[in-house]
């Protein structure tokens, strides 16, 4: 069973268009979080929900919006795609403790690149 | 604010030879420490993490590293590397008793290993 999942794996789009990406867990975990990495690997974290509620929330273009409608699922919307967004995404989600010894290891999706032409 | 330093963006090594991927990291407070390994076109697999107690970690694949509290250290280390270890590996960090979970990754290294 796959534990972090994301549809598309591949999308290819023109300049201007909307697309989404949608990711689900099945760990029950109760954070999940977008992360873009660009042409260098870099990773670079976007949004981050815990319970549906929207905790991480970087410096992002508002043309960018995360949606959860239940904390297995996390979804990516972005509007007026652009040329600077062709990138991998990757979806990832994790148990998020306070105290203990459980540590913040996050599960990562398989990840989905965007091409924008 | 949390900082991760990965010191080499590049390390060719050849099959069967000893490698240390090196990472720094800056913190005001206690962290928990991670390694991962992204190989290509696939996403991030945990390799090891440190929580507490003994500071050499052991991980998958033969892989470990060893936590230095006074150098702010977690290297990463094999002992006989084989080509199938060819990959991007990233150090990451986060703070204990974070309510966010949040990950604070190094801009990773890549490793190669040829025949």
């Known amino acids: 069973d796959t534990a972090v999942s994301q549809t598309p794996k591949y999308l290819v789009t023109q300049m201007g268009n909307d697309k989404s990406i949608k990711c689900e867990q099945n760990?029950?975990?109760?954070?999940m979080y977008w992360y873009k990495q660009d042409s260098k690997k870099f990773l670079k974290i976007m949004f981050s929900?815990?319970?549906?509620?929207?905790?991480i929330n970087e410096t992002v273009p508002n043309r960018f919006s995360p949606k959860s409608p239940d904390k297995a699922h996390l979804n990516l919307h972005i509007n007026s795609l652009e040329l600077g967004d062709s990138a991998v995404y990757f979806c990832?989600?994790?148990?998020?403790?306070?105290?203990?010894?459980?540590?913040?290891?996050?599960?990562f999706g398989p990840g989905t690149r965007l091409t924008v032409l | 604010a949390q900082s991760v330093t990965q010191l080499d963006s590049q390390v060719p090594v050849f099959e069967e030879a000893p490698v240390e991927l090196r990472c720094n990291y800056s913190?005001?407070?206690?962290?928990?420490l991670f390694w991962y390994v992204q190989y290509p076109n696939q996403g991030l697999q945990l390799l090891l993490k440190?929580?507490?107690?003994?500071?050499l970690v052991k991980g998958i694949n033969g892989f470990e590293a060893e936590f230095n509290k006074s150098q702010t250290s977690f290297h990463l280390r094999k002992p006989s590397v084989h080509i199938s270890d060819t990959a991007e590996y990233f150090c990451?960090?986060?703070?204990?008793?974070?309510?966010?979970?949040?990950?604070?990754f190094g801009r990773g290294t890549q490793l190669t290993v040829w025949p």
């Open positions: 929900y815990n319970n549906k509620e929207l905790i």
């Open positions: 990451a960090v986060s703070e204990r008793g974070s309510t966010l979970g949040r990950l604070y």
């Open positions: 913190s005001s407070v206690s962290v928990y």
């Open positions: 440190y929580l507490s107690g003994s500071t």
């Open positions: 990832a989600s994790s148990q998020v403790r306070a105290t203990g010894l459980a540590g913040n290891e996050q599960f």
């Open positions: 760990l029950g975990h109760d954070t």
